[in-house]
């Protein structure tokens, strides 16, 4: 027997899945750990967790699902984007990554604007946003210098734990991009933005494909994991690039829907010289020489949790989220937005907080689990939206990450989007496109189509509900006042915070 290994380095957890040259996931195991936020809008995380948390999955597959290190041929990652890893001239970690979700950056994002304007998302093909890396590299240069000067590489967060199981450091190109310190249609890091703001060009690491091999595992971490050396390792990518291959998004037509800490509406771009001014963000795919665009919702599932933690602790997560269908489309005239720790698309603005809106002493607590189920979705049809405007028509929406685990959460995508709604038969999606990159990268399949071919199964479709969607149609324009009629008082609210 032959297996693949597809890492999912997440924001809230590891997910490691064993695959056959079939695409039968044969196996998983996750490791979930700690997101530190010390101040408001500031998030991170301790590389050693992941390497930690990556190695535990990995001897559980080996000694509680009994897959033999001698039948793991090839290993693959997804990682979360945008984390800032900084290691120093002996590749020790210098400081906590800086996660996506970490909105501590405006100055620098303004700075950035400022010297550079539409000169660089003319080279990096998106604006520069709190959450990606670049404008986390100035924070450090600017409030640790001492801890700067000592920096020899950065890193992605999926990056570094491909380092410590193969010796190996480099970067791919999906989740380069997202960096957005690269050159995207030219494949290369920006000689002239890495010289505009001083960030010494030797600190970026070599650049390469998602299916390229980059080395096989050490004998030290061969030990340490139980993995067997003769295992090769290929580059990854970037977890919505790695989750868009794992749920089939290889046509315009076809719209990716993932709810997971953050959420994401993501679209295969057959033709590169689209331009979304940086309204959307564009990639560099996992795919060789291909580009996707998305728009992102910081706080998706994210939301849910921060809910559920306060308000409904000890409850089991799926009755949980069941409890919503207590309530009806609408929740009773509940309507929430998830701004929780600002947002990214379609409002860029790391000061905007979230609201219920229309509480009313009749409502009960399913009626709120409702409201956060489709504030989200409101979101995510409001990215929808900005790819309509741009001329996109979906005909079905593949919907991934934990919350394509709820069906009633999948019924409210179909009814809000007006589209049709599949979840893959497993909701692993950014693990099975890891998985295929591996496969890829071993000669398995000739390309990652042919390898989707094979290993991407869909599962129950959703139909929208005409009366449902009506009324979300209803609902969703009065969503869409929220941020106008609440963004001032956000931030007065979040200075208030700051200064005390
Ligand atoms: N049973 C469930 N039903 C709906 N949503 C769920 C369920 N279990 C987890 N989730 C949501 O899925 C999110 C985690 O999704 P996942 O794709 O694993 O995230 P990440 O890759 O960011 O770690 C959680 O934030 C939670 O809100
Ligand atoms: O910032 C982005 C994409 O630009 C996020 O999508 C991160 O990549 C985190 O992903 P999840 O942990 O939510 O999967």
């Not at 734990?161 to 480099?170: E, S």
């Not at 599962?459 to 969503?479: M, Q, R, S």
């Not at 609440?486 to 208030?496: D, Q, Y």
Request: aromatic residues 10%.
């Amino acid at each position: 027997m032959s297996y693949v290994l597809g890492v999912d380095l997440g924001t809230s957890a590891v997910k490691v899945s064993a695959i056959d040259k079939t695409g039968t996931i044969k196996a998983q195991q996750s490791y979930d750990y700690p997101l530190s936020q010390p101040k408001p809008g500031y998030s991170e995380q301790n590389p050693e967790d992941w390497v930690m948390g990556t190695t535990v999955a990995i001897v559980r597959l080996i000694l509680n699902d009994g897959i033999a290190a001698a039948d793991i041929d090839g290993i693959s990652y997804s990682g979360q984007m945008h984390g800032l890893v900084l290691l120093d001239a002996n590749n020790q970690v210098l400081r906590p990554a800086i996660l996506w979700n970490d909105t501590r950056t405006t100055k620098q994002c303004e700075e950035i604007s400022a010297k550079m304007g539409d000169d660089f998302i003319e080279i990096t093909k998106n604006k520069s946003l709190e959450g990606f890396t670049l404008p986390k590299l100035l924070w450090v240069k600017e409030n640790e210098p001492e801890t700067f000067a000592k920096a020899a590489t950065f890193l992605l967060p999926k990056d570094y734990v491909r380092y410590r199981m193969t010796g190996k450091l480099g970067m791919d190109y999906s989740d380069a991009s997202g960096t957005v310190l690269e050159d995207v249609m030219n494949h290369e890091w920006s000689t002239r933005i890495c010289k505009m703001f001083d960030i010494p060009e030797s600190i970026c690491p070599p650049l390469m494909d998602s299916i390229d091999y980059v080395g096989n595992i050490t004998p030290n971490y061969a030990e340490f994991s139980g993995l067997d050396t003769h295992t090769k390792v290929f580059a990854g990518g970037a977890d919505n690039a790695c989750g868009a291959v794992g749920a089939g998004i290889l046509h315009p037509n076809m719209v990716l829907s993932s709810i997971g800490t953050s959420g994401v509406v993501l679209k295969y771009e057959e033709d590169p010289s689209i331009d979304y001014k940086g309204t959307l963000q564009f990639e560099n795919h996992a795919i060789p020489n291909a580009y996707y665009s998305m728009g992102v919702t910081l706080a998706a599932g994210y939301s849910l949790n921060w809910f559920k933690k306060t308000f409904a602790k000890d409850t089991d997560f799926s009755a949980f989220v069941a409890s919503a269908n207590e309530s009806p489309v609408g929740a009773n005239g509940l309507l929430f937005t998830p701004y929780i720790v600002g947002e990214r698309a379609p409002y860029a603005n790391a000061d905007i907080r979230g609201s219920f809106v229309g509480i009313d002493g009749t409502q009960t607590r399913s009626d709120f689990v409702r409201s956060v189920l489709e504030g989200i979705v409101f979101s995510f049809r409001d990215i929808l939206d900005l790819f309509e405007q741009n001329g996109s028509q979906f005909d079905t929406v593949v919907s991934i990450g934990g919350g394509a685990k709820s069906p009633l959460w999948l019924q409210i995508q179909a009814d809000i989007f007006n589209v049709d709604v599949v979840s893959l038969i497993n909701e692993q999606g950014p693990g099975l496109g890891a998985a295929m990159l591996a496969a890829v990268g071993l000669g398995w399949f000739d390309t990652v189509q042919d390898c989707a071919a094979q290993f991407v199964h869909f599962g129950t479709v959703y139909h929208p509900i005409e009366k449902n969607v009506a009324k979300y149609k209803e609902l969703h324009k009065i969503y869409q006042t929220i941020y106008p009629s609440t963004k001032e008082l956000s931030s007065r609210l979040l200075a208030f915070r700051r200064k005390n």
